[in-house]
T-cell receptor, first 112, second 115 residues
Framework: GQQVMQIPQYQHVQEGEDFTTYCNSSTTLSNIQWYKQRPGGHPVFLIQLVKSGEVKKQKRLTFQFGEAKKNSSLHITATQTTDVGTYFCAVDRGSTLGRLYFGRGTQLTVWP | SAVISQKPSRDICQRGTSLTIQCQVDSQVTMMFWYRQQPGQSLTLIATANQGSEATYESGFVIDKFPISRPNLTFSTLTVSNMSPEDSSIYLC????????????FGEGSRLTVL
């Protein structure tokens, strides 16, 4: 089953508006990763967060890991049409097997 | 990084038949995984392909239905056996390139339609 809850499932924004997707876990996470999947494409790694309270930025994207390491967010400032796609968070169970379990994803649509 | 080639990229199959999907990586990788993604849905982990031994399956997936091989560090196959329309999905091969590297690289996927 789902290891992490991700909301919202869909988000439609006007170009230039901001966008945020959230992932929440009932248990403490060792780390969390974020992926982007363009329509018709395969998931592509964006970032990994490991430390409590960590904040990382990639241009207009800001990633946060909660202090309790149970939640994370991805925020996009001033969305562009190139941001269209589905954003997934992914977590592991902290074992040495390295398996990743994906959230349900947030599908972002950007209107020009 | 890793470049992953999957084939077939798509196929249309008849109910009751089996299809084998191949995954070839351009370099030796520590871990290989198979995921399933149904249209508009998230990725569901099927199994971890173990080199030289039986795959490790996730809950809800069994070897008889999804036999997996991994004869070496660069190649794996997933077979979808005795297919039904419910098996229509995209099957994705993914890899980790190192023990300390958490990032997953994905193949382009194999889109399977079962009639």
């Amino acid at each position: 089953g789902q290891q992490v809850m991700q909301i919202p499932q869909y988000q439609h924004v006007q170009e230039g508006e901001d966008f945020t997707t959230y992932c929440n876990s009932s248990t403490t996470l060792s780390n969390i990763q974020w992926y982007k999947q363009r329509p018709g494409g395969h998931p592509v790694f964006l970032i990994q967060l490991v430390k409590s309270g960590e904040v990382k930025k990639q241009k207009r994207l800001t990633f946060q890991f909660g202090e309790a390491k149970k939640n994370s967010s991805l925020h996009i400032t001033a969305t562009q049409t190139t941001d269209v796609g589905t954003y997934f968070c992914a977590v592991d169970r902290g074992s040495t097997l390295g398996r990743l379990y994906f959230g349900r994803g947030t599908q972002l649509t950007v209107w020009p | 990084s890793a470049v992953i080639s999957q084939k077939p990229s798509r196929d249309i199959c008849q109910r009751g038949t089996s299809l084998t999907i191949q995954c070839q990586v351009d370099s030796q990788v520590t871990m290989m995984f198979w995921y399933r993604q149904q249209p508009g849905q998230s990725l569901t982990l099927i199994a971890t392909a173990n080199q030289g031994s039986e795959a490790t399956y996730e809950s809800g997936f069994v070897i008889d239905k999804f036999p997996i091989s991994r004869p070496n560090l660069t190649f794996s196959t997933l077979t979808v056996s005795n297919m039904s329309p419910e098996d229509s999905s995209i099957y994705l091969c993914s890899v980790k390139t190192g023990l300390n590297t958490g990032e997953l690289f994905f193949g382009e996927g194999s889109r399977l339609t079962v009639l």
